[in-house]
């Protein structure tokens, strides 16, 4: 569509929400990144310095942490958007049937983490109902007998809720792609001869590569940051960086907090990183699709 | 050969299916039961208890008190966010593509990350364990949803409509009450569920700034999962589902005739 110039107008229609986002979000974006430098009148730090970033950067806690927030986001983000485009593409070759669509498109936005925690706990855990069923089919005799799968170091819980949570995302992201992705183009590679498969990889994939960036995107970081399923689904060690970022903030002692800020400062950052990265890959798609 | 395959990926995606739907039938199998122990398939016995813990007028007060949080969030997220997304959608400026970026920002920045900083801010105003400070704060993750999907609203809709009235002589004001409005009010709807069902599920928003003195549904849930009192927390979640479910299908009833010209899938 075609834009056109105004003046200040625009400025002024997107002030008050200009307001909000900077007062509040790069309000307390500043304020974190001033406490990481050390500047925090309160307890009488006023001098700044990268004392805390060089500590916090060597501590083996904290690296441990960083490893197992990446390694939780990069595994179940991959598998999601494997399955998330496997299962959109399935839905719009075989299943138009709009009932399935709308429930798809539904779940994941009506059942919030702290309920997808819940469910994956009662289904995963050690009393959970698959250990109950392989109990059952007689292939364990005792409950330790099955694999900790909640609360366990490997974060496998955790991987499974974010999974959970994000197919139907993902599937719904591509989908809409690939309805709308003309059945003439289907008859003309047929008729060239191409395989579904072939026509699946030359064609399909391609065309909504940038739906499946977008989403790997948007999940890996929101997986990276979020709170609540790794808190509840997570072992005591090693903590995901936003619960230990929590539990520091927590803590009584506030010469910590310049720590804790820190911790939350590299959270941004990356989340930043990743957004560049996402551009900067929608751009080179963009020009190869032209 | 080719059957094979065909069988494989069947299985695949009924699989993938049943993944995603069997959890809800265990929640509700839970929510009703009183003895479940392992290993059995079915409860021992059911039982009222969860459902008597909600018929209780501080658990009513608690659910309405959310619901009055959450849409006074998603008026006010509306009202900012219509001017917004119109700007974005039919002016040029400069500074647009950063401004963009930046309304987009909170989609992929921890909420962890900002709050605390925030948290602190608020201390100082006075804004902490207060409603208004809970409804703010929520405005972030919603901002980014309620601009962006009116945007394609907007984009959607055109500007020649507005352009005609403002020919035959309408008023700024009329020709907001009578045309613009009218015309966007499907978008706005479906932006309003999605920034509800959003402040709706908030947890760690809500209780770091509200210091868990402004309760919500989701706040009186955490606990109960926390702790895997799965009777209790499994009737928790259903009415908090329910609770959504039922306001994206009030709204979507009373938008009916709109939606049916054409179909919006917007996240």
């Known amino acids: 569509m075609e834009r056109v110039s105004a003046g200040f107008k625009p400025y002024i229609m997107l002030a008050p929400v200009m307001a909000v986002l900077l007062g509040l979000f790069v309000g307390g974006i500043v304020t974190c990144l001033l406490q990481s430098l050390g500047y925090f009148p309160v307890i009488g730090l006023r001098e700044i310095t990268f004392k805390y970033y060089r500590e916090v950067l060597t501590n083996p806690e904290f690296l441990r942490s960083l490893s197992f927030s990446l390694y939780i986001s990069m595994v179940s983000s991959v598998i999601a958007v494997v399955l998330g485009v496997f299962v959109a593409h399935r839905i719009s070759r075989y299943l138009q049937g709009q009932t399935l669509v709308k429930l798809l498109y539904k779940l994941p936005i009506v059942v919030p983490h702290t309920v997808a925690a819940l469910m994956i706990f009662m289904l995963f855990s050690r009393s959970g109902i698959i250990s109950r069923a392989i109990y059952q089919l007689g292939l364990i005799s005792y409950q330790e007998q099955f694999p900790e799968m909640v609360f366990d170091s490997k974060g496998i819980g955790i991987i499974i809720a974010y999974i959970w949570k994000e197919i139907p995302f993902v599937a719904i992201m591509v989908y809409t792609i690939l309805r709308n992705i003309n059945e003439s183009f289907r008859d003309v590679a047929y008729n060239l001869g191409a395989s579904e498969g072939q026509f699946f990889y030359y064609v399909l994939l391609p065309i909504s590569m940038p739906a499946i960036i977008s989403s790997f995107i948007i999940i890996f970081a929101f997986s990276f940051g979020a709170f609540e399923v790794p808190y509840l689904l997570g072992p005591t060690y090693p903590r995901t960086l936003p619960v230990m970022a929590y539990t520091y903030y927590i803590s009584p002692d506030l010469t910590r907090r310049p720590y804790t800020m820190v911790i939350a400062v590299f959270l941004t950052i990356i989340s930043i990183g990743l957004i560049l990265v996402y551009s900067r890959i929608l751009k080179i798609f963009q020009i190869y699709s032209r | ?267």
Not at chain 2, 131 to 147: E, K, Q, R, S
Not at chain 2, 155 to 160: H, I, L, T, Y
Request: hydrophobic share 55%; net charge positive.
């Open chain 2, 1 to 267: 050969m080719k059957l094979r395959i065909d069988f494989y990926t069947s299985l695949l995606f009924y699989s993938i299916l049943g993944f995603l739907l069997i959890p809800f039938l265990i929640l509700f199998l839970w929510a009703f039961s009183k003895n479940w122990p392992w290993p059995d398939l079915l409860p021992h016995s059911l039982s009222t208890r969860g459902w008597e813990s909600i018929a209780d007028i501080k658990f009513i007060k608690v659910l309405l008190h959310s619901i009055f949080l959450s849409i006074t969030v998603t008026f006010l997220v509306l009202v900012i966010s219509i001017p917004a997304a119109k700007a974005l959608a039919f002016y040029n400026f400069r500074g647009r593509n950063v401004l963009q970026m930046l309304i987009l920002a909170p989609i992929v920045i921890p909420p962890m990350a900002v709050t605390m900083g925030i948290h602190i801010n608020f201390i100082k105003l006075g804004l902490t364990d207060t409603f208004w400070g809970v409804v703010l704060v929520h405005l972030i993750p919603t901002i980014p949803y309620a601009v962006r999907i009116l945007a394609h609203v907007f984009e959607a809709v055109g500007w020649n409509i507005e352009e005609q009235a403002r020919v035959l002589g309408a008023k700024n004001w009329q020709i907001f009450l009578y045309i613009t409005l009218p015309l966007i009010t499907p978008g706005l709807f479906s932006a309003g569920v999605l920034c509800f069902i959003i402040s709706f599920s908030q947890y760690i928003l809500t209780f770091m700034i509200g210091g868990g003195r402004v309760m919500t549904i989701t706040m009186e849930l955490f606990p109960y999962v926390a702790s895997g009192d799965r009777t209790i927390a499994s009737v928790y979640s259903l009415i908090f589902i329910l609770t959504t479910l039922t306001f994206a299908f009030l709204v979507d009833r009373f938008t009916r005739e709109n939606y049916e010209k054409g179909n919006h899938f917007y996240l």
